[in-house]
């Protein structure tokens, strides 16, 4: 069974880092798309940033020069380092993964997700 276990949400403040990490069990998703999206109360999932199986990385706008999103395929984790983090980044981040290599913005297009971690920034 196909498992991916985000850990390291918390409560920040604002300027603050954090480190999110996506532990996968059940299959190697090494080589495949990854990525990191989040979920606001009463908004829509969106797009935060992916990584291909070739390394090759996707940001959004918002967190683009802030987050840094890297992989351990040897570990079968991913990570999401958010540095200067502000008010409007709280919400719940989520990993996923393809079965393909290459990094995708649509959500439709992961076929594997974690059931998510908290993130808080206070202003």
């Known amino acids: 069974q196909v498992q991916l276990v985000e850990s390291g949400g918390g409560l920040v403040q604002a300027g603050g880092s954090l480190r999110l990490s996506c532990a996968a069990s059940g299959r190697t998703f090494s080589g495949s798309g990854m990525g990191w999206f989040r979920q606001a109360p009463g908004k829509e999932r969106e797009f935060v940033c992916a990584?291909?199986?070739?390394?090759?990385?996707l940001y959004a706008e918002s967190v683009k020069g802030r987050f840094a999103i890297s992989r351990d395929d040897a570990k079968n984790i991913l990570y999401l380092q958010m540095n200067s983090l502000k008010p409007e980044d709280t919400a719940v981040y989520y990993c996923?993964?393809?079965?393909?290599?290459?990094?995708?913005?649509?959500?439709?297009?992961?076929?594997?997700w974690g059931q998510g971690t908290q993130v808080t920034v206070s202003s």
């Open positions: 990584i291909s199986g070739f390394g090759d990385t």
């Open positions: 996923a993964a393809r079965r393909y290599k290459y990094a995708e913005e649509r959500p439709s297009l992961y076929a594997y």
